[in-house]
T-cell receptor
Framework: QKEVEQNSGPLSVPEGAIASLNCTYS??????FFWYRQYSGKSPELIMS????GDKEDGRFTAQLNKASQYVSLLIRDSQPSDSATYLC????????????FGKGTKLSVIP | DAMVIQNPRYQVTQFGKPVTLSCSQT?????MYWYQQKSSQAPKLLFH???????NEADTPDNFQSRRPNTSFCFLDIRSPGLGDAAMYLC????????????FGPGTRLLVL
């Protein structure tokens, strides 16, 4: 059973701070990793994808991947109230897999 | 803009009354997926089409069916909705089946009375 674990939160950070969201996964063969943002009542929106170990930066967002530790994280710098949402970690296993396995998400609240 | 469109955005049906949800895409992607997401839960894959090839997840109830008449459209049919089927239904697409980002439509929220 492939599992993706996230702290459900809520994670509260003050405006302007760095928000750190974490995710662990069970399938060591996983090769593709995604972070989606989901506002309440809306569909998931892709924020970042990462495929190799290390950091990947896109604006205020940085994804970090450590395959040896089976760990992926998302950092949000200069957090804004508009970043308040649930962040879903999703993992696509390798070797012919097509199924995205989602975590339950971490709810982030950015306090003005 | 290329996109994934779902209709209707909200659907109310009665217990046991068949309902059809629609998804269309202008991205010309080969793969279309249907997910079910209940409150505070992760999206759960129901099935997907790779071109015309239908792939059902092992734990998807028989009550759920799907059709893909052409590349652009995919339908989710719920033959006899139960109260437990109330959820957000998400359609997603990807260019190919493996190692590819999935793009989600806005979702259809289904309410069963």
């Amino acid at each position: 059973q492939k599992e993706v674990e996230q702290n459900s939160g809520p994670l509260s950070v003050p405006e302007g701070a760095i928000a750190s969201l974490n995710c662990t996964y069970s399938d060591r063969g996983s090769q593709s990793f995604f972070w989606y943002r989901q506002y309440s009542g809306k569909s998931p929106e892709l924020i970042m994808s990462i495929y190799s170990n290390g950091d990947k930066e896109d604006g205020r967002f940085t994804a970090q991947l450590n395959k040896a530790s089976q760990y992926v994280s998302l950092l949000i710098r200069d957090s804004q109230p508009s970043d308040s949402a649930t962040y879903l970690c999703a993992v696509l296993s390798g070797a012919g897999s097509y199924q995205l396995t989602f975590g339950k998400g971490t709810k982030l609240s950015v306090i003005p | 803009d290329a996109m994934v469109i779902q209709n209707p955005r909200y659907q109310v049906t009665q217990f046991g009354k068949p309902v059809t949800l629609s998804c269309s895409q202008t991205l010309n992607h080969n793969v279309m997926y249907w997910y079910q997401q209940k409150s505070s839960q992760a999206p759960k894959l129901l099935f997907h089409y790779y071109d015309k090839d239908f792939n059902n997840e092992a734990d998807t109830p028989d009550n759920f069916q799907s059709r893909r008449p052409n590349t652009s459209f995919c339908f989710l049919d719920i033959r006899s909705p139960g109260l437990g089927d109330a959820a957000m239904y998400l359609c997603a697409t990807s260019p190919q089946r493996y190692q590819e980002t999935q793009y989600f439509g806005p979702g259809t929220r289904l309410l069963v009375l």
